[in-house]
């Protein structure tokens, strides 16, 4: 059959490889499975029910909710058949980004998870003229349920209504208009088709690694918001793949012992995080299973996927694997064939741990207007690079301008931004590429990518830095859990730190030391400081005199998506945290006047 529109795939599905566990949720305890063939009719139900209560083709519907569950996903291919235009949010913005989305996109109806976002989107609904009704996942008390468009479209008798309007979805439709998260600014309109999606998911797929199973399975938790983990929803709806949800991110160590996964998306953040309390649990132990922990770990501090390796090394990584790597890999479910990350660039030290613990990670490079993967690692020798986000994807091409920025050109990029032609010329080239304001360059036909355009600063000594890498690289250690590196147009540069508290606090009550109860004056405390300090000093030694980190100050927060300081994706907000830190700032460079 022909793979056009997105919700070609769940029929690709249903002929190819139906399943009884096409999407799976887990609720009050149990993991609920909804099939294949209960996926297309609940679908068709909300079709029909929408058209029921006078929906058109082109209307605005938006969705979002706190978790990813199985509502999302009956809803956003309901909606698609009958050519309605899905608009995800992110659940954490603020009441006034709702406001400004819903305007910009003249939402119809809001379907969101539960009764918090129900509330905070009820309290602003009179400044959003085009907003009908409110309808929630959950059952709360005022609110219509999700469930009533289901029962509108119980009957299927007008099921050719809907076959009808599917025949006359076009490729090249608008199907969701995703606003991006944005580290600065009104968040943006990406226009996105069914066909810059589909085109994305299938030049993708010969990237997919063979699973050991017939019926493989994934974990998703990123948010389904986001395109990078909706495409990938996608993708697994075409291999087969069955979908189990995680309850959040608190649970995910859970979720993966019980649903053992074959694949698994993450961010950078999130793969720093697992390590890290792998490396406490090592660390701690104590005695002799602490030196075979850190034995291991020094193993494959410098691993080489599909390097050479010499008799003696392989004996002793099968010796680490056996006593060490193999418990890593039951921690994870014990089925992983590998991850996928995306949003941010992974330190290649963890990568290369992670890969020498039989973990395989494979980075890859895209953006929400190129829908969004542009290139990607595979597990070939040929096809995989540490430090690097891999080759183009079929159809895809990436070239790099006189300035080092990343152009994209193929039918993955996006139609452009909603009533904004002028924003959209500015991101295109005259020759029709996409600039990604993002910096890189080749190595051996994989692309490795640099830093932020906008993010690189120059020193008042003419020195560039990129704050990216060395941030990547500082946010190893156990006890940074934060960091961002400032210092344009200054002599040097500094960071603000935002410390591991939990970790920090266990590293004072291991060594005896007594800390303030209050995070203000923890901050302060002379023993902490000089813990961080060491760490800096340790991460400064892989970095360039002028690269150096040297001064930096704690900051008593926890930088966070609800605090405004992280982007949904765990990016920073570089002007947020500047602003919020700006006398910390002047105190620091104020430090090092006159020298």
């Known amino acids: 059959m022909k793979l056009e529109r997105l919700f070609d795939f769940l029929d690709y599905q249903m002929q190819n490889s139906p399943r009884e566990d096409s999407l799976v949720t887990k609720k009050n305890g149990v993991w609920e499975k909804t099939s294949t063939q209960e996926y297309i009719n609940k679908a068709n139900a909300i079709s029909r029910g929408f058209l029921k209560l006078g929906v058109k083709p082109g209307d605005k519907i ?42 910009d996109s003249e939402v119809k109806f809001a379907f969101v998870s539960d009764k918090d976002l129900f509330e905070k989107i009820n309290a602003v609904k009179n400044n959003i003229p085009s907003l009908v009704s409110i309808y929630t ?12 468009i289901l029962d509108l479209g119980a009957d299927n008798g007008t099921q050719h209504e809907v076959e009808s309007i599917k025949e006359q979805v076009k490729p090249d439709d608008l199907v969701t208009l995703i606003y991006t998260s944005g580290t600065t ?50 993708l697994y709806t075409y291999n087969g793949i069955g979908i189990y949800y995680a309850e959040s991110l608190e649970t995910i160590g859970d979720n993966l012992k019980e649903v053992h996964p074959h694949v698994m998306t993450v961010v950078p953040r999130l793969a720093e995080k697992v390590y890290a309390k792998i ?50 890999r039951e921690g994870v479910g014990g089925n ?43 597990m070939t020798k040929s096809g995989f690079g540490i430090g690097t986000v891999g080759r183009p994807i079929d159809g895809v091409e990436v070239k790099i301008a006189e300035d080092g920025e990343i152009l994209i050109k193929g039918p993955n990029v996006m139609l452009g931004y909603y009533n904004h032609p002028d924003k959209t010329k500015e991101v295109m080239t005259d020759d029709g590429y996409f600039k990604t304001g993002d910096i890189g ?81 923890l901050v302060k405390d002379k023993n902490v400081n000089e813990l961080i300090q060491g760490e800096v000093d340790q991460h400064n030694k892989s970095l360039g005199h002028w690269e150096t980190i040297k001064l930096f100050r704690l900051t008593p927060d926890e930088w966070s998506i609800e605090g405004g300081q992280l982007t949904p994706t765990l990016k920073l907000k570089r002007r947020v945290v500047m602003e919020k830190y700006k006398e910390l700032y002047k105190e620091m460079y104020g430090h090092y006047k006159g020298e």
């Open 441 to 521: 360059t080749f190595v051996n036909g994989l692309l490795k990518i640099t830093d932020r355009k906008k993010e690189i600063f120059k020193t008042s000594g003419g020195k560039y830095i990129a704050p990216q890498i060395i941030e990547s690289d500082f946010k190893q250690s156990r006890y940074i859990e934060q960091v961002m590196v400032i210092g344009e147009g200054e002599k040097m540069p500094c960071a603000f730190i935002q410390p591991s508290f939990d970790n920090v606090v266990a590293w004072a009550k291991e060594k005896g030391i007594s800390l303030p109860a209050s995070r203000e004056e």
């Open 279 to 328: 490396y406490d649990k090592g660390a701690s132990a104590g005695g002799f299973k602490t030196k075979i922990f850190m034995w291991a770990l020094k193993l494959v501090e410098n691993y080489e996927p599909y390097g050479s390796k010499s008799l003696g090394w392989t004996i002793k990584h099968k010796i680490a694997d056996a006593i060490v790597f193999k418990k890593w």
């Open 62 to 103: 938006a969705i979002a909710s706190t978790t990813n569950r199985t509502e999302w996903n009956l809803l956003d291919i309901g909606l698609q058949q009958i050519g309605v235009i899905s608009v995800p949010v992110y659940p954490s913005i603020s009441a006034e980004d709702y406001v400004y989305i819903f305007n």
């Open 185 to 234: 600014g009104r968040p943006k309109g990406v226009m996105l088709s069914h066909n810059n999606i589909v085109s994305n998911v299938i030049a993708s797929n010969p990237r997919v690694p063979k699973f050991p199973s017939e019926k493989p399975i994934a974990l998703s938790f990123l948010p389904i918001c986001h395109i990078f983990e909706r495409m990938l929803i996608y």
């Open 137 to 148: 996942f959950d059952e709360v008390q005022g609110a219509p349920n999700w469930a009533e």
């Open 336 to 378: 992983l064939t590998c991850m996928v990350s995306g949003s941010a660039s992974l330190s290649p030290r963890l990568n290369r741990v992670f890969w020498g613990a039989g973990i395989p990670i494979l980075e890859g490079y895209g953006l929400t207007e190129t829908s969004p993967v542009c290139t990607v690692n595979e």
